[in-house]
């Protein structure tokens, strides 16, 4: 990674308010091109954890074995790399059409722009189990700053435009988690 990538990763975990604030006139490809230099960093030491067996709940969930070894850390770098851009692309297409909605904003790029710094937190520290977690609180916490700074607006509204589409995820994951078990009760009821 390039010193400038290093400072810049720096500045989003250390001070990023200030780092946001001078990250505004960044072009799409120069915020592209560090996106994808932490998304390289974060894919390839999840497919390290997955050859070695950790990082993954894939067996506790399904109840079968979770794939290690080299074709499944692979796997893990192709898959992490390739979801996580398109994960960028449909969640700052979503957070983008709420912040239209609340305050006009200046343009989808704008959102992407800050959605892509806002990712440092959880490209650099989400491969951690349990870490990754917190990793992820910090980056919507970092959403919303980026919202806020890029667009101009309060942080009330950008917290809403960066909230609301978790709100409304996690409930569809409560919803699916409950008819899962609801399936699951009533197989087991007619065995």
Same mark, same amino acid.
């Given at each position: !990674?390039? +010193?400038?990538?290093?400072?810049?990763?720096?500045?989003?975990?250390?001070?990023?308010?200030?780092?946001?604030?001078?990250?505004? %006139?960044?072009?799409?490809?120069?915020?592209?091109?560090?996106?994808?230099?932490? @998304?390289?960093?974060?894919?390839?030491?999840?497919? $390290? !954890?997955?050859?070695?067996?950790?990082?993954?709940?894939? #067996?506790?969930?399904?109840?079968?074995?979770?794939?290690?070894?080299?074709?499944?850390?692979?796997?893990?770098?192709?898959?992490?790399? *390739?979801?996580?851009?398109?994960?960028?692309?449909? =969640?700052? $297409?979503?957070?983008?059409?709420?912040?239209?909605?609340?305050?006009?904003?200046?343009?989808?790029?704008?959102? *992407?722009?800050?959605?892509?710094?806002?990712?440092? +937190? #959880?490209?650099? @520290? %989400? /491969?951690? +189990?349990?870490? %990754?977690?917190?990793?992820?609180? /910090?980056?919507?916490?970092?959403?919303?700053? %980026?919202?806020?700074?890029?667009?101009?607006?309060?942080?009330?509204?950008?917290?809403?435009? =960066?909230? &609301?589409?978790?709100?409304? &995820?996690?409930?569809?994951?409560?919803? &699916?988690?409950?008819?899962?078990?609801?399936?699951?009760?009533?197989?087991?009821? !007619?065995?």
């Amino acid at each position: !990674m390039s +010193p400038d990538i290093i400072e810049k990763a720096k500045g989003f975990i250390t001070d990023p308010v200030e780092t946001f604030r001078n990250a505004k %006139g960044d072009d799409l490809g120069e915020v592209l091109t560090y996106f994808a230099a932490i @998304l390289a960093v974060y894919a390839v030491l999840t497919g $390290l !954890m997955t050859m070695a067996g950790f990082g993954s709940s894939y #067996s506790e969930i399904t109840g079968m074995e979770s794939a290690t070894g080299i074709v499944a850390g692979i796997s893990a770098i192709v898959g992490t790399f *390739i979801g996580e851009i398109i994960g960028l692309v449909v =969640v700052g $297409l979503i957070v983008h059409i709420l912040v239209a909605l609340l305050v006009g904003g200046n343009g989808l790029e704008v959102t *992407i722009r800050a959605l892509a710094y806002a990712a440092t +937190p #959880s490209m650099l @520290l %989400g /491969w951690i +189990p349990v870490i %990754g977690f917190l990793a992820l609180l /910090w980056t919507v916490a970092l959403a919303v700053v %980026g919202i806020r700074e890029f667009h101009d607006t309060t942080t009330g509204k950008a917290a809403v435009a =960066v909230l &609301l589409p978790v709100v409304v &995820l996690f409930g569809l994951f409560i919803v &699916l988690i409950v008819m899962v078990a609801a399936v699951a009760v009533a197989a087991g009821a !007619m065995a």
